[in-house]
């Protein structure tokens, strides 16, 4: 795996920084929306960004989503480009519904979220991603997107003061 290991203090650092961005961003209780990122103040951040759509499921009534983009690093991570591809399409089973019930805390709560997820699934256990989600929304309600950013550490560094969410 040709991913960039990074200390965990970094990562919390760039996780603050995107955050106060997105922070930013809103309006009182009103969430930004995909229109309001320019990508000039996170720049340094883009290489492991992410936007995930949020669809509702027509069948099923539940929240699906698709990698709308995937930064230039992530191709490290994941072995592939996900960008287009569907959660079913890029983790296996146990790592899909880990991220599907991570997400929809997200649509639901309209929430921030943070976490680590182990990278065992892709083969590499002694990694994890400490991991960001912001909502957004176009209409300043709705969740229809989530900004994302992934750094990636080793595990002991993973497992040093940082709780999952």
């Known amino acids: ?46 290489p492991t960004v992410s936007l995930i759509d949020v669809s509702e499921a027509p069948h099923r009534g539940a929240a699906e989503f698709r990698m709308r983009l995937a930064g230039t690093a992530l191709y490290g991570v994941y072995g592939r480009e996900i960008t287009g591809k569907r959660l079913s399409e890029i983790y296996n089973t146990v790592a899909a519904d880990y991220w599907r019930v991570e ?51 080793g595990m002991s560094q993973a497992n040093s003061g940082i709780r999952a969410a």
């Open 103 to 153: 997400l929809g805390k997200v649509v639901s709560e309209r929430r921030p979220a943070v976490g680590v997820h182990s990278l065992a699934w892709r083969g590499a256990s002694h990694l994890s991603i400490l991991w960001l989600r912001l909502p957004l929304a176009s209409d300043g309600e709705r969740v229809d997107m989530i900004l994302g950013f992934d750094a990636v550490v």
């Open 1 to 46: 795996m040709a991913a960039q290991v990074g200390a965990p203090g970094a990562a919390v650092r760039a996780h603050e920084e995107l955050f106060a961005y997105w922070a930013s961003l809103r309006e009182g209780a009103r969430l930004p929306g995909r229109a309001h990122l320019d990508p000039a103040p996170i720049k340094r951040l883009l």
